[in-house]
């Protein structure tokens, strides 16, 4: 499948080979072995997903768009995959120093079993020893109380987090007092 629609390919059948290949199996460049959508069909597909559109919508709006059918199976296999790669850059060592963090709780509306309540996401944004910016953290919590900075302060600081000078956030009472148990020698 690809952005212009589904398009159907034949595999040649090869008798002669280049010198000093073993393999009688056919490769290309473009297409890699067992892929049957191109990358950005399947990023679309997991945009729509992370956007709440139900898989069985996103099946309608594939058959529409791309004239292909995609089961809701297959969009669930997909985003089991970015769930995967979430979780790994969640819990992934941090290199380098990170000697300025950001940190922050975003509210958002999330959906409980068809209901919708606030819930909070704590997040560590850093300026790197090169000076570039990057998210190193985010997790969500019920609410930014102490109990939830610390548990993701304690979880940032086994992930690497380590020599910061400086944290700068916006002065929740809570966040003070788990940053002064977590770090203590760290200016906020």
């Known amino acids: 499948m690809t952005i212009a629609g589904e398009v159907e390919l034949d595999v040649p059948k090869l008798r002669t080979f280049p010198k000093g290949t073993h393999s009688r199996k056919f490769k290309t460049a473009i297409i890699q072995r067992y892929q049957r959508r191109e990358a ?23 058959s529409l768009v791309w004239d292909a059918k995609l089961s809701a199976g297959t969009v669930s296999r997909l985003n089991g995959k970015v769930y995967k790669q979430i ?14 963090v ?3 709780g975003l509210y958002l509306k999330r ?8 819930v909070a996401i704590l997040e560590a944004k850093s300026v790197n020893e090169r000076g570039e910016r990057e998210v190193i953290g985010a997790e969500e919590g019920m609410k930014e109380d102490k109990e939830s900075w610390l548990s993701f ?24 007092k788990a940053l ?9």
Request: charged residues 25%.
């Open 40 to 62: 950005i069909i399947e990023e679309a597909l997991v945009e729509m997903y992370l956007a709440e559109v139900s898989t069985r919508r996103i099946e309608y709006i594939t």
């Open 87 to 100: 979780e790994a850059w969640r819990q992934g060592s941090l290199e380098g120093q990170h000697p300025y």
């Open 102 to 104: 950001y940190l922050d």
């Open 111 to 118: 959906n409980w079993g068809g209901t919708y309540g606030n």
């Open 153 to 176: 302060l304690r979880h940032m600081k086994e992930r690497g987090l380590k020599e910061t000078l400086l944290f700068i956030g916006d002065k929740c009472l809570s966040l003070i």
């Open 180 to 188: 002064s148990e977590t770090y203590p020698e760290a200016r906020f």
